[in-house]
């Protein structure tokens, strides 16, 4: 199954990109989402536990991921 | 009740009039400016960037949030995104309610939801030429995955968890 991961602000910048799209086996979770995008250049900048998201909702690690399903890893928020 | 995230500059002025009503006694409207310095930096401008359908979406959640929890729907917050100077405003709520503390309270728990959970971030100019994230892990306070940084995400995110996320 397919996921898209996106990526904002500095971890965007760190990464050198915006999104990206992951294979990966059923019954992947969100954590699994994260070890994928560790192992990319400019990853050792992310913190060990990033904000994340599922189909614009913050989610836990352990959340099992379906098909077409969108991933956000989100930097320290800074609105206001 | 109203929530947007905005390219153009926002009136205020209007806000306030969109949640007049000859049933409230009270209108609170907040401004949020950008602001010339920042942890002892000068600042010359500001680029807002969102995730834009999550931080509409948070940010309709946070209204509801507030007119349930302080009993008005008279609700409108707009959020601009782009390139911003000096004083320009950057967010604005404007809450109306019959009395003025439940309208002085439902203002503060937007804006301070708003800036713990709408996926909403910055990078400020500096004078120097230079240019930071606000808040991003290793902007000059200490390398990515120091123990502050990374203690200060846990526990938002677990505070993010309890509210049913």
Redesign the interface.
Known sequence: MTVTV?L???YA?SLGMKSLALDLSPGATVGDVLGHVRALPGA??????????VN?????RERVLESGDEV?I??????? | MRTAIVVASIDAARLAAEVAGHHNGATVLFI?TVRDVNDGRPVTGME????R???E?EMADIAREAATRFGTDDIVVE?RVGVLELGDA??VIAVAHPHRGAAYDASRYV?EQ??????????EHYDDGTRE???????GKGE??SGV??S???S??AS??ERG?
Do not use: C, Q
């Not at chain 1, 989100?74 to 206001?80: K, T």
């Not at chain 2, 807002?48 to 995730?51: I, P």
């Open positions: 996106l904002f602000a500095s910048d050792n900048r992310l913190p060990a536990s990033p904000l994340l998201a614009e909702r913050y989610a836990k956000a989100i930097p320290p928020v800074a609105g206001g | 949020g807002y960037t969102a995730y359908s999550m931080a979406r959020h950057s967010v804006i708003l800036k713990a959970r709408v996926p909403i971030w910055k990078l994230w606000v808040g991003a892990a290793g902007s990515a995955g940084r990374d200060d995400l846990e938002a995110h993010l968890g996320a």
